[in-house]
C-alpha cells in the first residue's frame, strides 16, 4: 500500500523569502507524484506532477518539485514567495499502471505568506 | 481544459433526511469518477471509485449502503447520503478521469467540492 507523509503542517514565511514544502512517500512499486494547491472552499486544482523522465519539475508560476527515488521524496520549493500562494498544499502519490490511477493524498501544508 | 462541476456547492440539511451531490464533467468523457471526503483540517480521503455503467468500488470502512454513488452516464456521478446525520457533515470532493490518451498516465480533474452541513 502506497502512503505519503507531509512533514509539515504549517509553514508561514515572509513575503519574497524561498520556501519549501516537504513530501515524502512510500510504495512498493514505481509512483506518479503530484502536488495539489487548495484554496478555501475550493477543490484541488494541480500544481505540478511527476511522471517520468526529468526529475526536476516545474509549474507556471515559479514553483518546483524533484523526486528523489533513493529518498523517496518529492519536496515543493519556490524561491521567492507573494501573499497570493498563501494556500494549502497537497502532496499525492499513484502507483504506476496499478490502482487505476487512485491517488493517496498526504496530511496537507498550511502555507501563510506574510507581508 | 478540463472542468469538472458539482452541484450544489453547500446544502444544510436535517438530521435523517437524504442529501445528493452532482458531479458533472463538462467537456469530457468520464470513464471513471473518484469521491473524497474532506475533514476540517485534514486530508483528502478517497471514499470510492466508480466506472461508468459498473457499481462503484469503496474504500474500507465507507458503508455503501450510507453512500450511494450511481454513474449513470459518461458526464455524470452523484452520491447520495443517505440518512444524514451530523457526523456526516464534511466537505465532499469528487474527481473525474476520461478515457486514456497516449499518456501512460491519465489524470483525474477535480470538482469545486460541495459542503454539507447536517443539523
New interface residues.
Given amino acids: 500500500a502506497q502512503s505519503v507523509t507531509q512533514l509539515d503542517s504549517q509553514v508561514p514565511v515572509f513575503e519574497e523569502a524561498p520556501v519549501e514544502l516537504r513530501c515524502n512517500y512510500s510504495s512498493s512499486v514505481s509512483v506518479y507524484l503530484f502536488w495539489y494547491v487548495q484554496y478555501p472552499n475550493q477543490g484541488l486544482q494541480l500544481l505540478l506532477k511527476y511522471l517520468s523522465g526529468s526529475t526536476l519539475v516545474k509549474s507556471i508560476n515559479g514553483f518546483e518539485a524533484e523526486f528523489n527515488k533513493s529518498q523517496t521524496s518529492f519536496h515543493l520549493r519556490k524561491p521567492s514567495v507573494h501573499i497570493s500562494d498563501t494556500a494549502e498544499y497537497f502532496c499525492a502519490v499513484s502507483e504506476f499502471r496499478t490502482s487505476y490511477g487512485k491517488l493517496t493524498f498526504g496530511q496537507g501544508t498550511i502555507l501563510t505568506v506574510h507581508p | 481544459g478540463a472542468v469538472?462541476s458539482?452541484h450544489p456547492s453547500w446544502v444544510i440539511c436535517k438530521s435523517g433526511t437524504s442529501v445528493k451531490i452532482e458531479c458533472r464533467s463538462l467537456d469530457f468523457q468520464a470513464t471513471?469518477m473518484?469521491w473524497y471526503r474532506q475533514f476540517p483540517?485534514?486530508?483528502?480521503?478517497?471514499m470510492a471509485?466508480s466506472n461508468e455503467g459498473s457499481k462503484a468500488t469503496y474504500e474500507q470502512g465507507v458503508e455503501k449502503d450510507k453512500f450511494l454513488i450511481n454513474h449513470a452516464s459518461l458526464t455524470l456521478s452523484t452520491l447520495t447520503v443517505t440518512s444524514a446525520h451530523p457526523e456526516d457533515s464534511s466537505?465532499y470532493?469528487c474527481?473525474a478521469?476520461g478515457l486514456a490518451g497516449l499518456?501512460?498516465?491519465?489524470?483525474?480533474f477535480?470538482?469545486?467540492?460541495t459542503?454539507l452541513t447536517v443539523l
Avoid at chain 2, 499518456?103 to 483525474?108: D, F, I, R, V
Fill in positions: 469538472v458539482q471513471t473518484f483540517k485534514q486530508s483528502l480521503m478517497l471509485t466537505f470532493i474527481s478521469r499518456s501512460s498516465y491519465n489524470e483525474q477535480f470538482g469545486p467540492g459542503r
